[in-house]
T-cell receptor, first 115, second 115 residues
Framework: GAGVSQSPSNKVTEKGKDVELRCDPISGHTALYWYRQSLGQGLEFLIY????????KSGLPSDRFSAERTGGSVSTLTIQRTQQEDSAVYLCASSPTSGRGHEQYFGPGTRLTVT | GNSVTQMEGPVTLSEEAFLTINCTYT??????LFWYVQYPGEGLQLLLK?????DKGSNKGFEATYRKETTSFHLEKGSVQVSDSAVYFCALSDRDYQAGTALIFGKGTTLSVSS
């Protein structure tokens, strides 16, 4: 079956511009996560959605970052007024539930470069 | 807070050599432990997991045992192949962690196997 998909695969933007990154989770998965993978910081958790509950935003690095999940499926991560330190690979993962032992299935990521 | 520490790489081995990648963790609750692998040009995928103390996860010839007394989850393989060349990430999810079951990752260890 189809895995987690993300778009675009690559995005180059100028400092100060806004960007939107999209994630399509595996159908039926109720939990959705965003992570960021950068050379300096490794893999960091950003935000977590579980069903229709309010998202946990505790990992977002600043108020320039926001995310939404429409209809319990597709999610969009928005970065406003991008900075060079936002350059990273943004990964989305989904899981059939939020149980701690459940596997998270990762998408291929969006590589963001801020010039 | 919760954290994962894994050995720095890169690890360079000849084919059929024995592999150990060390991983230790700090957690306030009762975490589940994971090893994820990222092959060149591919997304993160689960290699193996263990959800309670003394459990052994295994897959593709890799093994790791959840050792609560030493807070460790070392990855081992008896005979590595060139196709095992990848980046390996140790991770935990802790039911007491505020962000549900978001994964906390180690920095990753790059394994390079030559023939």
């Amino acid at each position: 079956g189809a895995g987690v998909s993300q778009s675009p695969s690559n995005k180059v933007t100028e400092k100060g511009k806004d960007v939107e990154l999209r994630c399509d989770p595996i159908s039926g998965h109720t939990a959705l996560y965003w992570y960021r993978q950068s050379l300096g910081q490794g893999l960091e958790f950003l935000i977590y959605f579980q069903g229709n509950s309010a998202p946990d935003k505790s990992g977002l690095p600043s108020d320039r970052f926001s995310a939404e999940r429409t209809g319990g499926s597709v999610s969009t991560l928005t970065i406003q007024r991008t900075q060079q330190e936002d350059s990273a690979v943004y990964l989305c993962a989904s899981s059939p539930t939020s149980g701690r032992g459940h596997e998270q299935y990762f998408g291929p990521g969006t590589r963001l470069t801020v010039t | 807070g919760n954290s994962v520490t894994q050995m720095e790489g890169p690890v360079t081995l000849s084919e059929e050599a024995f592999l150990t990648i060390n991983c230790t963790y700090t957690a306030t609750g009762y975490p589940s432990l994971f090893w994820y692998v990222q092959y060149p040009g591919e997304g993160l995928q689960l290699l193996l997991k263990a959800t309670k103390a003394d459990d052994k996860g295994s897959n593709k010839g890799f093994e790791a045992t959840y050792r609560k007394e030493t807070t460790s989850f070392h990855l081992e393989k008896g005979s590595v192949q060139v196709s095992d060349s990848a980046v390996y990430f140790c991770a935990l999810s802790d039911r007491d962690y505020q962000a549900g079951t978001a994964l906390i990752f180690g920095k990753g260890t790059t394994l390079s196997v030559s023939s």
